[in-house]
C-alpha cells in the first residue's frame, strides 16, 4: 500500500515504527490518514512534535483543532463551582442601547420591552455609567463606556462602538441583534412580537415602523402604514402621494423605496451582521450612507430587508449632535457644523471606497459594468 506523498513531508515513519514496533500496518495507515488535516510536523533530531493545522483560524494554526474556541458571548460566569453550571438561561438575541444619561427615563422604559430572552447593552457617549444602577436591570447590563464616541444618524452614529465591540464572532450566539438610538418612544412595541414577525416574513434586516407622532421623517419608506403586518416598498414610488424627496427613487427594488431601513432602530439577523460588520469601515465613525449599502449583505434584498408595521415606535428626534461631548467649535464654527461636515464628508468616502472595491472586484473576475445589476448611491 502506498502512502499519500503529501503526508511524507510531515510524518518521520522510522520513528513511529521504532517506537511502536508491534503496530499493525493497517492501524499505521488509519493513524496517518486521520493527521491528513491535523498535520503533526516531527523533529527527526529532537524527536519533538510540533502541530500544525493550516485550517486553524489565523494565528491558532499551532493548537490541535479540538481545543480551537473561536467565538465568545456577552454571558456571565460566576467565579466558583462547575463551569457547566454557571449558566441556567441563555439570552437568545443582544439589544444595544447607544446612551447619554440625560435619556435615562427614555431608555428604562424601553428596556422594559423587551425580555429575559435578551442581552441589554449600553454605550455609554457621555461616560456616565454608575449612576444607571438606580435602575434593577442595569445591573444585569453590560455597559461599554467610551467618551466622544457617537451614535447613529443625525444625532449620532454606533458605527465606532459596533465595529470594536460587537464583532461577529462574540454576537455569534445571538438570532437577532438591535441596534437602537436613545430617543425611540416604544409604547406600541413588544420585542417578542417583533421577533415573531419578522421570522414570519423572512426579514433578515428590518425596523419597527415610525408613527406619524414621530418629530422627523427621513425617509417615506420608513413610515408606519395602516392594516399590514411589513411592508418591504413604496406604494407609489414615483407619485406625490408618495411624499419622497424628488428623483430619488428611480427603480422600485432599490434604496430608499425599497431595500432599505434606516440606521436608528435596526434589527439584523445573525448572518445579516456578519455581512454587515465587515462593511463598516473602521476609520468612519458616524455610519453615514452604510444604509443605503445594506442591501449588498441579503439576496434578494427587496425582498429580506423591510419595515415592521405592526410593532411600530415613535422617534423623537432627540438632538446631541453637535453637544460637547461629541464636538468642540473649531475655526469659529459652532461644534454641530463640524460634525454635520463630518458626516457628510464620511458619506462620500464611503461611498467612493464601495465603488472602487466593486470595480476591483470586476476588474479580478472580467466583468464589465454593463452585465451588473444597477445600484444606488447618492
Known amino acids: 500500500m502506498n502512502l499519500p506523498s503529501s503526508l511524507l513531508p510531515y510524518i518521520n515513519l522510522t520513528h513511529i515504527e521504532g517506537k511502536f514496533p508491534g503496530l499493525a500496518p493497517q492501524t499505521l495507515f488509519s493513524a496517518l490518514n486521520s493527521l491528513e488535516a491535523n498535520k503533526v510536523v516531527t523533529n527527526a533530531s529532537s524527536g519533538k512534535t510540533k502541530t500544525w493545522v493550516p485550517t486553524n483560524p489565523r494565528g491558532a494554526e499551532r493548537l490541535p483543532s479540538r481545543i480551537i474556541t473561536s467565538q465568545s458571548d456577552f454571558y456571565f460566569h460566576r467565579s466558583w463551582g462547575e463551569p457547566s453550571e454557571d449558566l441556567t438561561h441563555k439570552p437568545k438575541y443582544l439589544v444595544t442601547f447607544t446612551v447619554g444619561y440625560n435619556q435615562k427615563d427614555n431608555i428604562d422604559a424601553a428596556v422594559k420591552k423587551f425580555s429575559e430572552n435578551f442581552t441589554i447593552m449600553l454605550f455609554h457617549y457621555d461616560g456616565v455609567t454608575t449612576e444607571w444602577d438606580k435602575f434593577e436591570w442595569s445591573k444585569r447590563a453590560i455597559h461599554v463606556s467610551v467618551q466622544r464616541q457617537t451614535k447613529w444618524l443625525a444625532s449620532s ?47 433578515e434586516i428590518s425596523q419597527p415602523g415610525l408613527d406619524a407622532k414621530s418629530a422627523t421623517f427621513s425617509w417615506a419608506m420608513t413610515r408606519k402604514r395602516e392594516n399590514t403586518e411589513v411592508h418591504r416598498y413604496l406604494i407609489r414610488m414615483l407619485s406625490v402621494d408618495s411624499n419622497e424627496k424628488s428623483g430619488w427613487c428611480t427603480d422600485p427594488h432599490l434604496p430608499p423605496c425599497a431595500s432599505f431601513v434606516e440606521i436608528m432602530a435596526t434589527v439584523f439577523s445573525r448572518d445579516a451582521w456578519l455581512c454587515v460588520w465587515h462593511m463598516i469601515q473602521n476609520d468612519l465613525v458616524h455610519g453615514w450612507g452604510l444604509d443605503f449599502a445594506l442591501r449588498k449583505c441579503v439576496d434578494p434584498a427587496h425582498e429580506k430587508i423591510g419595515v415592521v408595521d405592526a410593532q411600530w415606535i415613535v422617534h423623537k428626534g432627540v ?26 464628508k464620511e458619506w462620500a468616502m464611503f461611498q467612493s471606497r464601495m465603488a472602487a472595491a466593486e470595480k476591483a472586484y470586476r476588474d479580478t473576475i472580467g466583468l464589465s459594468p454593463s452585465k451588473l445589476m444597477p445600484h444606488w448611491w447618492i
Not at 157 to 170: G, N
Not at 323 to 341: C, M, T
Open 319 to 344: 438632538r446631541t449632535l453637535g453637544n460637547p461631548v461629541h464636538g468642540q467649535p473649531e475655526d469659529g464654527k459652532a461644534s454641530w457644523k463640524g460634525v454635520r461636515e463630518r458626516c457628510k
Open 157 to 203: 452614529s454606533i458605527s465606532w462602538y459596533a465595529k470594536r465591540f460587537l464583532h461577529p464572532d462574540i454576537v455569534a450566539p445571538y438570532e437577532y441583534i438591535f441596534m437602537w438610538d436613545e430617543d425611540l418612544g416604544v409604547e406600541n412595541f413588544d420585542a417578542e412580537e417583533y421577533i415573531k414577525l419578522v421570522r414570519r416574513h423572512g426579514l
